[in-house]
C-alpha cells in the first residue's frame, strides 16, 4: 500500500471490499469523533487532540485479510458482545472482514465510550 496524505486518499487505495467496510465504518467514527480524522503512522487516527495521535481515541488499519478496528483504551471500554480483542497498553481491536462485521451500534457504542474515556483523561 502507498502512503496516503488523507483518510480519503488512505480508503480509495483499499481493495474495493476493504472500502465497503469502510464506508459503513467511517460515518460511526465520523459521529462520534466529527471532523478529527489523519492519517498518523501510515493509516487512519482519530484524536481528541490538537495534532494527529494526540489524545487518540480509534484506528482503522488495512492488512491482507481484514481491517482491523481499533480502540486505544479499548480494553477499558465494555464489551458485553467479546468482540475487542485485547492489544498493546490498553488498546483492544476487532477484525473486519466483510461489511457483515460492522454492527452499527455496537460500534457507536464503543466510540462513545472511548471518546468519553479519552475526554476525561485529556480533561
Same mark, same amino acid.
Given at each position: ?14 481493495? +474495493? ?12 467514527? +465520523? ?44 480494553? +477499558? ?40 474515556? +479519552? ?5
Amino acid at each position: 500500500m502507498t502512503r496516503s496524505a488523507t483518510v480519503d486518499d488512505y480508503t480509495a487505495s483499499l481493495p +474495493e471490499a476493504q472500502q465497503r467496510i469502510c464506508d459503513l465504518l467511517l460515518p460511526l467514527i +465520523e459521529q462520534a469523533v466529527p471532523g478529527t480524522g489523519a492519517v498518523w503512522h501510515g493509516h487512519p487516527v482519530w484524536s481528541l487532540g490538537a495534532a494527529p495521535g494526540k489524545a487518540p481515541v480509534c484506528f482503522v488499519k488495512a492488512y491482507a485479510g481484514h481491517l482491523a478496528f481499533g480502540l486505544w483504551r479499548g480494553q +477499558e471500554v465494555a464489551d458485553p458482545s467479546g468482540r475487542l480483542a485485547a492489544g498493546a497498553r490498553s488498546m483492544a481491536s476487532v477484525r473486519l472482514r466483510s461489511t457483515a462485521d460492522v454492527d452499527a451500534a455496537l460500534f457507536a457504542g464503543w466510540l462513545a465510550a472511548a471518546r468519553d474515556l +479519552e475526554q476525561a483523561v485529556a480533561g
